[in-house]
Each structure stands twice: as structure tokens, then as C-alpha cells.
């Protein structure tokens, strides 16, 4: 069993920023690729940010130069700093782990969500 439990999350004005949280739990052996994803109403979920377990990272066009993806690897935790937010990055915020499980099979892990709301 693997958990993944997301924070951070909230409600925020424009040009504000927020710190996203998720700590992966569980059954692990180790962590690949940790990404971060988010879904608006009516769009389909996208990838924001990804980082490597070497720490490789990977931004959406649309959030770069203002979002910073960063992991701990001792805590088997991923952070997504927000900065300069914008209305449009109102949606929930979906974490996803590639964990290796003790068994050593790869598996991909979701967190639960964490709504950001960003007011004008």
C-alpha cells in the first residue's frame, strides 16, 4: 500500500503565492518521477510540473518563470511553489508518484487533490 497526502492548498488573490505539499507513504522501495498536475472545470487534467529522482525538471509553458517544482528525497516528499498566481491557475491540484514498491513492481500513485483558487 502507498498513500500519497497532499496540503497547501487554498484560496489566494492574484500576484499572491501558495506552497503545495505531497508525502508519499507506504510500502516503498523508492521514488522516480514526482509530478504535479491540475484540472479546471470543464478542461481536462494537465501536467504543471515534473522533477526527476536526479532532480531533472520539467515545466508547462504556461506556469514557467513562476511555479518551482523541488522534492525531498529523505521525506519522500514533492513541493510545488507557486508564485505570481494568476486566475487561470484556479483548479485542483493532483500530485503523482512513480514508486517502486517494496516488491519492486513500478506503479503510478495519484494524491487525492488539493483545491487553489485564485481571486482577481
Known amino acids: 500500500q502507498v498513500q500519497l497526502v497532499e496540503s497547501g492548498g487554498g484560496l489566494v488573490q492574484a500576484g499572491g503565492s501558495l506552497r503545495l505539499s505531497c508525502a508519499v507513504s507506504?510500502?516503498?522501495?523508492?521514488?522516480?518521477?514526482m509530478d504535479w498536475y491540475r484540472q479546471a472545470p470543464g478542461k481536462q487534467r494537465e501536467l504543471v510540473a515534473s522533477?526527476?529522482?536526479?532532480?531533472?525538471?520539467n515545466y508547462a509553458d504556461a506556469v514557467k518563470g513562476r511555479f518551482s517544482i523541488s522534492r525531498d528525497n529523505a521525506k519522500n516528499t514533492v513541493y510545488l511553489q507557486m508564485n505570481s498566481l494568476k486566475p487561470e491557475d484556479t483548479a485542483v491540484y493532483y500530485c503523482?508518484?512513480?514508486?517502486?514498491?517494496?516488491?519492486?513492481?513500478?506503479?503510478?500513485?495519484w494524491g487525492q487533490g488539493t483545491q487553489v483558487t485564485v481571486s482577481s
Open positions: 503523482k508518484a512513480e514508486v517502486v514498491t517494496i516488491n519492486y513492481d513500478n506503479y503510478n500513485f
Open positions: 507506504g510500502d516503498i522501495f523508492s521514488i522516480n518521477a
Open positions: 522533477i526527476s529522482s536526479g532532480g531533472r525538471r
